[in-house]
């Protein structure tokens, strides 16, 4: 009868006078690995304590696998948890520990048995079972709370920021792995992170959150080639952005003044001549030209500047450009132009459908 | 290092060396006594354990012994349970009352002893109409010992993670089974903190307990009436015995906490 | 499915589980302190007659009080001596809980337990120990008097032994308040004080002194409240010249009966040591003592 197993139905919860899920509904069906995305204080954190049932939301509902789950205590529930810093109880071995949620459902000694060494197989922590967690180095604490969250098989599994606190080598390679156990065990993950390269490289979906209301729910290439909102284009990647007041509208193409210099972008909706836009373009999408390279009919806007600065980041590279008008523009590009020094004149040139363009809030 | 760091280090441990001779001095001196035969001038020593014999052979010390036990479990049951309840309410939910109710828990530490054993022993006796008895007098010194065993509490479980809780509920434990699982297991040290000092309050407490047990004797009020009379040689012994079993207790504590074992709010 | 369902009542609020836990003790001091306090309050207006309390309403008591000179004598003698304790205990304890929380080093542990565990042996015992050195037989004028000297008079049942007394018993509070409040405290803002310019002394008044001042207010608390309601010290190390408001006080629950008046008296004890306490509160910044609103 359940198309989903999570749905949220306009789920609203208020601190005080903060709003930390202000009227979300999400749908998230088997299989599905679905990030939340958001800075701190967005309330990605919230709603998840809240489909874990250690929030109880203002308003709305919360539905596992169809059944209404909105009042009922977390221990009813039946999902799993990871934990941000881990949590696991520093009293209990790493066997008691995983097989903790399993002796809570009652389960019998032998299943338990069973289901332990499953655990125990699957995330590669066979011979560490007597150990306590103070005993175990951060990546091994990691895949402990990961069988603690899957041994019960649980309708979903909600991560919270797992990898945070982990060190930069050891979050690439679980980045890797999470996702090979969401998909050998097709339990939806929802996983909480204010990471948008854990969001992108783990996740079918990402919920982009900003001040408690979803800026944008679609597939993670989606958000990230065609993002709907100004938050989520300056949010997820690395955008310049550029601010001005349209100057002509004709069709699908707009003629934005930005501080002086004259370029074409996408039309806005809902913004008119004389009204301020924002326009975001990612730094991957402009290039560098010399002032010498013959004109490309494709990338109509093109600005002249000098090359300020180089950040060389091992295959890429941020070219920082001054413009003419005392602006900075970020330009990342593969470190193929050798020739190009700081103080060299150059030219940035883009694509206007590269970028999207927002009539600016207020 | 500084001259002037050197003379801050010098007068530093000049005082705290005068602060125990201070404190120590009368302890070492009274369990020296305890063991002479001439109390007033022990010098040259000559040394006898009749105080003790004559101590242990007193039908009423005895009774006061049991006594005071008797008050120090209830009291310290009482406030280790309220204080346990009252610090894990104030640390772990967040509540417009939190305030208010760290205030009142923390009133007993602002009036007297002596304020609490009258108040109380007015109050039971005319509004209340019940007599001064064992129970009255446990709940005066456990109302006087709440502070400090929240105190305790609230200074060893700062660093308790409650999230911990919200990790077992999440797996599946009811309220009680998380406590017992989970937060117990973890707690028990300030708990057993908690309830050492309150017992050691009330089981030496005076002026509480001398107005809410009518007759009944304790260690500390058979002391007071013998005290009146002068120093005893069974007096001496008493001391010599309580301090003894105080410090004792206080090494245990030190060398759990040395080993880690426990820290009642200590902090490396 | 009926059991889920009958769980989901046990869903309480965070508001209802702090209240279902703080209120058990919050109601306990309330019923057996604030209570009795206030109905000492009530009796401190009544009278007593032959034991009993007779509830008819006068100011009676309180003009007795205040009209009477020795009893004003023996408040203002109790509020001196437990002035003078907590400042004089002030003053020795701050160096010394300092050496121990910065110089103690691994032993730090064993010198703070050395300091609070006298105190735990109880205010009778204590005395006994300390008539054992400074009483008339004890360990100071025999051993005078072995070598034909005079005995020290001020030692001898006055005011200024009740007072060294008191400080016996409640100093190892104000030394471990303080001690407390310095091991959360983060010596290194005195070098960066220092980095800037600020001699030692300076940076003690400017940043020690101010972020423990929480702690020392706690400290002075623990003192002042029982020196000022002390009666034991008083009567067995004062002599009769050293009477104090709280040994008088509790005459009248002993040998004279006199319950309305000693209400009265307590009340008056109360309401003057709270004073204090609201005098020594107000000189608390919250925000410039580096309170978070949180422990550690």
């Known amino acids: 009868m359940a198309d989903f197993v999570l749905e949220l139905d306009r789920v609203t919860k208020r601190f005080g006078d903060v709003t930390a899920a202000d009227d979300l509904s999400l749908q998230v069906a088997q299989g599905e690995f679905c990030a939340l995305l958001g800075p701190s204080g967005s309330g990605k954190t919230t709603l998840l304590r809240i489909i874990a049932g250690l929030e109880l939301p203002d308003s709305g509902r919360v539905l596992i696998n169809g059944q209404d789950v909105t009042r009922l205590p977390p221990y009813a529930r039946k999902v799993g948890m990871v934990f941000q810093n881990f949590l696991l109880f520093p009293h209990k071995t790493v066997a008691e520990n995983v097989v903790f949620p399993l002796r809570m459902q009652g389960a019998p000694r032998e299943r338990q048995k069973e289901r332990l060494a499953w655990a125990l197989k699957l995330l590669r922590l066979e011979g560490l079972e007597d150990r306590y967690p103070n005993q175990l180095s951060g990546g091994q604490q990691q895949r402990v709370a990961l069988a603690r969250g899957l041994i019960a098989r649980p309708a979903l599994l909600l991560l919270d920021e797992p990898l945070a606190n982990l060190d930069r080598e050891l979050r690439k390679e679980m980045e890797v792995e999470v996702r090979r156990y969401q998909v050998e065990l097709t339990t939806p993950f929802i996983y909480v992170t204010h990471n948008q390269e854990e969001a992108l490289t783990m996740s079918d979906r990402i919920a982009v959150m900003a001040k408690g209301r979803f800026e944008q729910v679609a597939p993670k290439l989606e958000v990230y080639t065609h993002p709907t909102s100004p938050f989520v284009a300056g949010f997820v990647g690395h955008s310049n952005k550029m601010s001005g007041r349209l100057t002509a509208l004709d069709g699908s193409r707009a003629r934005l003044d930005w501080q002086g210099v004259e370029i074409a972008v996408p039309s806005p909706a809902r913004a008119g001549v004389g009204d301020r836009v924002d326009y975001f373009v990612k730094c991957e999408h402009m290039v560098l030209r010399s002032p010498n390279d013959p004109p490309e009919p494709e990338l109509a806007n093109r600005v002249p500047g000098v090359l300020r600065d180089v950040i060389f980041k091992g295959p890429n590279a941020d070219y920082l450009a001054r413009l003419d008008n005392g602006v900075e523009l970020t330009v990342t590009d593969a470190v193929t132009m050798p020739s190009i020094r700081r103080d060299d004149p150059v030219h940035v040139a883009w694509a206007p459908e590269a970028g999207q363009c927002f009539a600016a809030a207020g | 290092m500084k001259a002037g760091e050197l003379l801050a280090r010098l007068i530093g441990g000049t005082l705290l060396l005068s602060l125990y001779l201070f404190l120590y001095a009368p302890i070492a001196y009274v369990i020296y006594v305890s063991f002479q035969k001439d109390l007033n001038w022990p010098f040259p020593p000559s040394w006898t354990l009749a105080h003790y014999a004559a101590l242990g052979a007193d039908q009423t010390y005895r009774e006061g012994l049991w006594n005071s036990i008797l008050l120090g479990l209830g009291s310290a049951v009482i406030c280790t349970a309220v204080a346990t309840m009252g610090s894990i309410a104030v640390l772990k939910y967040r509540s417009r009352w939190r305030a208010l109710m760290v205030v009142i828990f923390l009133c007993p530490l602002f009036v007297a002893d002596l304020l609490v054993g009258i108040s109380n022993l007015l109050f039971n006796r005319q509004v209340l109409n019940l007599p001064g008895n064992m129970g009255s007098a446990m709940i005066g010194n456990a109302v006087h010992c709440t502070s400090f065993a929240f105190l305790i509490m609230l200074a060893q479980l700062s660093r308790y993670d409650w999230r911990l809780d919200d990790a077992a509920m999440v797996f599946g434990a009811r309220p009680l089974r998380c406590f017992l699982e989970v937060t117990l297991p973890l707690i028990w040290p300030a708990m057993l903190g908690a309830f050492l000092v309150s017992f050691i309050l009330a089981f030496n407490n005076l002026e509480i307990s001398f107005y809410n047990l009518g007759a009944i004797p304790t260690l500390p009020t058979i002391a007071w009436g013998s005290l009146r009379f002068g120093l005893g040689g069974e007096l001496f012994a008493l001391a010599a015995l309580v301090n003894g079993v105080v410090l004792g207790a206080f090494a245990v504590m030190y060398l759990l906490m040395r080993y880690r074992v426990v820290s009642f709010g200590h902090r490396e | ?296």
């Open chain 3, 1 to 296: 499915m009926a059991t889920e369902i009958a769980s989901a009542r046990g869903q309480l609020s965070p508001e209802a589980r702090f209240l279902l836990l703080a209120l058990p003790g919050a109601l306990f001091v309330v019923t057996f302190l604030i209570l009795p306090m206030l109905s000492i309050l009530v009796f401190s207006f009544w009278r007593t007659e032959s034991y009993n309390l007779i509830p008819e309403w006068s100011l009676d008591n309180y003009v007795v009080l205040f009209t009477t000179p020795t009893y004003m004598t023996f408040l203002l003698r109790s509020l001196l001596t437990a002035v003078a304790v907590s400042m004089v205990a002030l003053i020795y304890s701050w160096p010394v809980a300092y050496f121990m929380a910065k110089y103690g080093g691994r032993y730090r542990l064993l010198l703070s337990l050395a300091v609070a565990a006298p105190f735990f042996t109880g205010v009778i015992l204590r005395i006994t120990g300390i008539q054992g050195i400074m009483g008339p037989v004890g360990l100071i004028n025999m051993g005078l008097m072995n070598f034909g000297l005079p005995p020290i008079s001020f030692l001898m049942y006055t005011p200024t032994a009740a007072a060294i007394g008191i400080a016996y018993l409640f100093i190892p509070f104000m030394v471990t308040a303080i001690y407390l409040s310095l091991l959360n405290f983060d010596f290194e803002l005195l070098e960066v004080a220092k980095i800037n310019g600020a001699k030692a002394w300076r940076a003690f008044f400017e940043v020690t002194l101010p972020l423990n001042w929480i702690g020392t207010i706690i400290g002075l608390v623990l003192v002042f409240v029982p020196a000022l309601g002390d009666s034991i010290t008083a009567r067995f190390l004062g002599g009769p010249n050293a009477a104090s408001f709280g040994q008088v006080l509790s005459l009248q629950f002993g040998e004279t009966g006199t319950w309305a008046l000693g209400s009265a008296m307590g009340v008056v004890l109360f309401l003057v040591s709270s004073f204090v306490i609201f005098l020594m509160w107000r000189s608390v910044n919250l925000r410039r003592s580096g309170f978070t609103g949180r422990e550690g």
